[in-house]
């Protein structure tokens, strides 16, 4: 059974640093890309930055240059660093695992993020 499972959500004031990580389970994790995604109220679910199993990464122009993803194959671990917080990162971050061959994709169950001003 596949499992994604996030942690290191919570509040944190603007300026602030925070990191998310997720482990995986269920799959192998060295074929999947993998990504975290975030879905603020009332907005479409965005992509936040993705890894593929090379190393190469993709990010949104809106995080670029203060997060960083990374991942550990031996742990199935991904991660992402997230500084220089703001308000507008406030969202659930969603862990996701994508396969490179067939493109499904798995969620984790969201972790919550909420940057004060």
């Known amino acids: 059974q596949v499992q994604l499972v996030e942690s290191g959500g919570g509040l944190v004031q603007a300026g602030g640093s925070l990191r998310l990580s997720c482990a995986a389970s269920?799959?192998?994790?060295?074929?999947?890309?993998m990504g975290w995604y975030r879905q603020a109220p009332g907005k479409q679910r965005e992509m936040v930055a993705t890894?593929?199993?090379?190393?190469?990464?993709k990010y949104a122009e809106s995080v670029k240059g203060r997060f960083t993803i990374s991942r550990d194959n031996a742990k199935n671990m991904v991660y992402l660093q997230m500084n220089s917080l703001k308000p507008e990162d406030t969202a659930v971050y969603y862990c996701?695992?994508?396969?490179?061959?067939?493109?499904?994709?798995?969620w984790g169950q969201g972790t919550q993020v909420t940057v004060s001003s």
């Open positions: 996701n695992a994508e396969h490179q061959l067939t493109r499904i994709g798995r």
């Open positions: 269920g799959i192998v994790f060295s074929t999947n890309k």
């Open positions: 890894v593929t199993s090379r190393g190469s990464t």
